[in-house]
């Protein structure tokens, strides 16, 4: 079990948190930052949060989803700015789908990154993200990995080990 040692932010969890009997909560070092991972577990679905302590109270700044066992996270250096970026795999609970997004800080803002299948040369491809189309982090090789079906059923991998094919948007604005 993990103590929180500021009380504004305790309350602030157990008030988000509080239908939910099964919730951890971990520090971690991310994106130049000390944050908090937030652990919602209920049906087998588990919802986790990242937050860091600011004076007006927390700031979100990464999020991840899926089944319990099937969840994966990794705080890594990839493009190797001196800075960690957080990368989660998450899993659609209706089906089955698994994509990953990255959070990665640049000066104030947090950015989250996806990867855009409609970006990469996917010969064959059916077109559907559904059950037909998987995305991975490969933590040993430090690539992205995308599976997917074509048309003939043939089942095809991409490997991307950098972060073309991505689209990026502002998810929070955080203060130093």
Do not use: H
């Amino acid at each position: 079990t993990w103590r929180i040692r500021d009380d504004k932010l305790g309350q602030f969890i157990i008030r988000l948190f509080q239908d939910s009997p099964s919730e951890k909560v971990r520090e971690i070092s991310c994106m130049g930052l000390n944050c908090y991972s937030v652990v919602n577990l209920k049906d087998f679905f588990s919802k986790r949060g990242y937050y860091i302590k600011t004076e007006n109270g927390p700031i979100k700044i990464g999020e991840g989803y899926g089944f319990i066992r099937r969840y994966e996270e990794y705080v890594v250096d990839r493009d190797r700015d001196g800075l960690t970026e957080l990368i989660c795999e998450c899993v659609d609970n209706m089906s089955g789908s698994q994509r990953v997004f990255v959070y990665r800080r640049e000066g104030n803002i947090i950015k989250r990154g996806r990867i855009n299948p409609y970006k990469l040369e996917m010969t064959g491809w059916t077109g559907s993200l559904k059950c037909d189309y998987y995305e991975l982090y490969d933590p040993e090789r430090r690539v992205f990995i995308v599976r997917y079906t074509c048309t003939d059923k043939n089942t095809k991998t991409i490997t991307i080990a950098d972060y073309s094919g991505f689209e990026w948007e502002d998810y929070a604005c955080i203060s130093d």
